[in-house]
T-cell receptor, first 112, second 116 residues
Framework: GESVGLHLPTLSVQEGDNSIINCAYS??????FIWYKQESGKGPQFIID?????DKRQGQRVTVLLNKTVKHLSLQIAATQPGDSAVYFC???????????FGRGTSLIVHP | EAGVTQFPSHSVIEKGQTVTLRCDPI?????LYWYRRVMGKEIKFLLH????????ESGMPNNRFLAERTGGTYSTLKVQPAELEDSGVYFC??????????????FGEGSWLTVV
């Protein structure tokens, strides 16, 4: 069936390195993608989003890349900091749906 | 502005008991969602309210789960009777109504349920 998933369940990086978190999706009708960050004991927080008519969007220290050809989404975090340690979820929506579908999540661990 | 608030933050109950989770969405948000994350897996959709109406409840696991949103403000999610596999964190989220405005949904901190 249609699904949103992640390649790596855990990613460990050193402070100051750049991090790349990947996500594969299979619903070709998806036209909107979101990255969420969930810190321990908290709910998911919106980080950045991208529409399917774009292939790149930048925020503060974060960049989302979308490759519709291979149905792949990535989140790049520049100069990763210990405060970036969290579980990162990609989510997708299609059409006029209000409801995002989440993937399993990737745990990012940043070592000082 | 207050965010989405959920109560209780943590609950430990015995199998067979009843638990009611409450969610207060952001003021003015007509869309309200319930999600669940079990044992480090994905965040799974349970249901979606628009005001007091259930718009989509396709994610509700079974009839032991009952969600209500009387008056279109706060919502409750009741699990009765609770089973061990119901353990997990239950997230509530809300978003405003209108074209495009529902793209960003705001999550509460979750109600962490443990059934023993």
């Amino acid at each position: 069936g249609e699904s949103v998933g992640l390649h790596l369940p855990t990613l460990s990086v050193q402070e100051g390195d750049n991090s790349i978190i990947n996500c594969a999706y299979s619903n070709s009708a998806s036209d909107y993608f979101i990255w969420y960050k969930q810190e321990s004991g908290k709910g998911p927080q919106f980080i950045i989003d991208i529409r399917s008519n774009m292939d790149k969007r930048q925020g503060q220290r974060v960049t989302v890349l979308l490759n519709k050809t291979v149905k792949h989404l990535s989140l790049q975090i520049a100069a990763t900091q210990p405060g970036d340690s969290a579980v990162y979820f990609c989510a997708e929506k299609s059409g006029g749906s209000y409801i995002p579908t989440f993937g399993r999540g990737t745990s990012l661990i940043v070592h000082p | 502005e207050a965010g989405v608030t959920q109560f209780p933050s943590h609950s430990v109950i015995e199998k067979g008991q009843t638990v009611t989770l409450r969610c207060d969405p952001i003021s003015g948000h007509d869309n309200l969602y319930w999600y669940r994350r079990v044992m480090g897996k994905e965040i799974k959709f349970l249901l979606h309210f628009v005001k007091e109406s259930k718009q989509d409840e396709s994610g509700m696991p079974n009839n032991r789960f009952l969600a209500e949103r009387t008056g279109g403000t706060y919502s409750t999610l009741k699990v009765q009777p609770a089973e061990l596999e119901d353990s997990g964190v239950y997230f509530c989220a809300s978003s405003p109504l209108g074209p495009g405005s529902g793209n960003t949904i705001y999550f509460g901190e979750g109600s962490w349920l443990t059934v023993v």
